[in-house]
Each structure stands twice: as structure tokens, then as C-alpha cells.
């Protein structure tokens, strides 16, 4: 139970947090993978290595500090975790883990004289009253996907249906379930969590659906990684036939309902959600702009079926820019491109520098910031 003290000291610790946060998510997530290797393949080790992920956490951890008083302004950073955790199926038992690991890391980062055994048990109090929270969301998560049509929990076997290449770096994967029940149709923009057992090793990954629900398969479209080991092996080693573990869709990146035009930006594989998105967005009469960067004209993928869509569609239309050709995406094409009316609901990913450069963009010519949503194909940061 988190009493006032306990919430007085956690308070106190915000400043050591503001400073020293990276230091110790990072410490802490050595020590873990280290001593707990059934929790290692939960996480991509490509987030370790960059410093996302314990940049992520050291994020969470403060913000839950400078907030322990009130906790219902966490709302946001709440549901980002929740949809991560569930979309991997991090489960109660994982809790503990990551609790004895934090506890210690604060004791070996700051030092016995810091990290007193009266600091230590209001952050252990804290640590537990945070986890309960999260636990309960996500048993209530879980629990919803299970009752939905189509619905499952944990991990359910999907084949292999058939690969499509949509550019040199980009192919599209269909999945049917083994058992052949229907699927829990998700929303667009949502991403599905694999679990592959690859040379022995299991890994998990997040890849976004790239076609509208259809009930019957999912559609993911996966970017070739130079050195990325589940990429390479869905392009290369996984038979039609073969046979992945998947969890239920999952995130909050998804087309709000409504009548506002809408503008879906994406550079490179970042085009993925949007095409479920600009696929739901056609079956209503909003108008759609749909702006797309690329390397090169040979590195787009998805040009010809966006062509068919924009000769069938009127509401749609569609503008590209190719940094071979234009250079990047600038303030000057989109102010061209969006409508005058810019009360529209746009969508954006791509990467960070991209993003950051498009929010920059929107605010400067005036769409409400509530109106812009984006995502990041890895742990979350800061747009600046
Ligand atoms: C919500 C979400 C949706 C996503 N949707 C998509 C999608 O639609 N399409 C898509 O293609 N991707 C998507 N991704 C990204 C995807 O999950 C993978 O991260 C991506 O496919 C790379 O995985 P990999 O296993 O091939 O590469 P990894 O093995 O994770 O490697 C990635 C890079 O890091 C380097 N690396 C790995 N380990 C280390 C290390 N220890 N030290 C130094 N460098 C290292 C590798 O050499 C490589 O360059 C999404 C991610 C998220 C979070
Ligand atoms: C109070 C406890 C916890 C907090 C505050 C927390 C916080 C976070 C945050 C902030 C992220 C990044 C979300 C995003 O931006 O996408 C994240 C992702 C993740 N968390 Fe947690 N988490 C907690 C517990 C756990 C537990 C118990 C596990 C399992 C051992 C776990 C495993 C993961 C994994 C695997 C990811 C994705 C990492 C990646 O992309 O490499 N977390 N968590």
C-alpha cells in the first residue's frame, strides 16, 4: 500500500530521475536480460542497443513520479504501455521480475547512502501500486479480445498464405489461422505482435496491418533490415505454409470515426497503418489526401494499387514526393497539397526525423494539434 510518505520520497526522487533516469533504465535492463533470460525474448534487442526502450521506461518512470499524486493525468503514457505490453503478452508473472530488477538498480545506480532502505520501500510500494494498475488494464484488454468475434488469447497459429513483393525492400505477408475460425477484425491502423522461433531462438515483433479487416486474414508488409533478424527471415526463410505464432491486434494509431477530410502522411514502410486506414476512410465520403515519401520512384511501394484507388475514388487523391528527385518533404508541398480548410484529421509515421519535421509542418499551418495522431515503429519519444 503507497502511503503519503511513501509518495513524499518518490516525489523527492523526480530530480535524480531528471538526471539520472537513463542511467538507470539502462543498468537495470542489463542486469535483467542478463540474470532473467526467460523474459529476454520479449524484447527487441535493437531497442536496447539504440537506448529507445530504456529511454522509454526512464520516460514512464518519471513521469509516474511526478505525478504520484494524481494519477489520472497518465492517461496517455497508460494506454501506450498497455497496448505495447498486450500486443507482446507481457502477463503477471513478468511483474515481479521487473520489479526486483528496478529496486535493485536504483540501490546499485544511486548508492546504499541514497538509496535508503526508506527510499527503497516507497519505491517498492510505488513499483506495486504502478504494476497494478497496468495488470489490471491489461487483464481487461485481454479479456475484451478474447470476447470479441473472432477473438482469441495468447498466442494463436497462423499460416503462411501467400507473399507479394511491393518494392525492392517491401513485401506483403497474408496469414489465415490454422484452425480456420474467423478473425477478430481490427481496427485500421492497429498492429498484430509475432512470436517466431528462429535457429532456436524466440523473438518478438510488432508489424502494423496493412489491409482493412476482412474477418477471414491479416495482411502485414514488412521492410527488409540490413542485419534485422525476423524482417529477413519473413522475406526469406518463412514457406507459404509455414506457420507463426500471433497475437491479437492491438494499439491506439487507428482512424477516428467522423467527417473531417483526412490527411494520412507517411515516408517509406511507414505507409503501412495508412493503407488500412485510407481503405476505411474510402468506404465513407470523406475526402482523402493521402501524401507518401520515398527514397525513389523504385523504392515506393504500393504505386499501382494507389493509382487504381485514386482513378476509382474521387474523394481521394494522392501526392508523392521522392527524395532522389525533390529532396525531402517540406512545409511549401504540403501547405500545396492539404486543403485551405485545414480542420482534418491527419496521420503520420514515418521516421523520427520525418514525423517531427510533419508535426512542425501541421502546427504551422494551423491543424489543431488535438487533430494530428502519429506512432512510432518502436518505443515512443519525444517529437523534438
Ligand atoms: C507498432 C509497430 C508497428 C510496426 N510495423 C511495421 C510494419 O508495418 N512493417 C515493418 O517492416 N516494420 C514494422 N515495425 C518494425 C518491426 O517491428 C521490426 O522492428 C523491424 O521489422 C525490424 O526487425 P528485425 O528483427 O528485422 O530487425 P532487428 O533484428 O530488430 O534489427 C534492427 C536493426 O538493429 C540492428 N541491431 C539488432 N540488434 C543489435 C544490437 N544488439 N546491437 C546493435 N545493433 C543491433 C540490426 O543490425 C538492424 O539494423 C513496427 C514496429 C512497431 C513497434
Ligand atoms: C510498472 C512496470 C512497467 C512500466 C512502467 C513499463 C513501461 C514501458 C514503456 C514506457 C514501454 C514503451 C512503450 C512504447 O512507447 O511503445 C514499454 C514497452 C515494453 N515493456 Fe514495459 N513496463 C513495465 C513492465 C513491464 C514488464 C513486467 C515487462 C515484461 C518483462 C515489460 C516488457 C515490455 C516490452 C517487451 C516492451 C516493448 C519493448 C521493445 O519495443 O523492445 N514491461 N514498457
Known sequence: MLSQAHR??????????????????????????????????????????????????????????????????LGGLVSTIVNKHVALQILPEHYPIVGKCLLRAIEEVLGKEVATPAVIAAWA??????????????????????????????????????????????????????????????????????????????????YSLSAMADGVRYRISVKREPGGVVSNFLHDDLAIGGVVEVFPPSGEFVLAPGDKPVALISAGVGITPTLAMLEAALQTSR????????????????????????????????????????????????ADWLPRERNLDAYFLGPKGFMAAVQTSLRALGVPQEQCRYEFFGPAAALH
Open 8 to 73: 513524499d520520497i518518490v516525489r523527492d526522487t523526480v530530480p535524480l530521475l531528471e538526471t539520472g533516469g537513463e542511467v538507470l533504465t539502462t543498468h537495470f535492463y542489463a542486469m535483467m536480460l542478463r540474470e532473467y533470460p526467460e523474459v529476454r525474448p520479449l524484447f527487441n534487442q535493437a531497442h536496447q542497443a539504440n537506448g529507445d526502450q530504456p529511454r522509454a521506461l526512464a520516460n514512464a518512470v518519471l513521469m509516474y513520479a511526478r505525478n504520484i499524486e494524481r494519477l489520472d493525468q
Open 125 to 206: 510500494a510505488a513499483y506495486g501500486q504502478l504494476a497494478d494498475i497496468l495488470m489490471g488494464v491489461e487483464e481487461q484488454a485481454y479479456q475484451e479480445k478474447a470476447d470479441t468475434p473472432g477473438g482469441w488469447r495468447g498466442a494463436r497459429s497462423f499460416r503462411l498464405e501467400r507473399r507479394v513483393v511491393e518494392s525492392a525492400e517491401i513485401s506483403s505477408l497474408y496469414f489465415v489461422p490454422v484452425d480456420g475460425d474467423p478473425v477478430l477484425r481490427h481496427q485500421p491502423g492497429q498492429y498484430l505482435g509475432l512470436k517466431l522461433l528462429i535457429n532456436g531462438q524466440e523473438h518478438r515483433r510488432n
Open 287 to 334: 475526402p482523402v489526401y493521402f501524401i507518401h515519401c520515398a527514397r525513389s520512384r523504385a523504392a515506393q511501394a504500393f504505386a499501382p494499387w494507389l493509382q487504381s484507388l485514386a482513378a476509382q475514388h474521387k474523394q481521394l487523391r494522392c501526392f508523392y514526393r521522392y527524395e532522389d528527385e525533390d529532396g525531402r518533404l517540406d512545409d511549401a508541398a504540403l
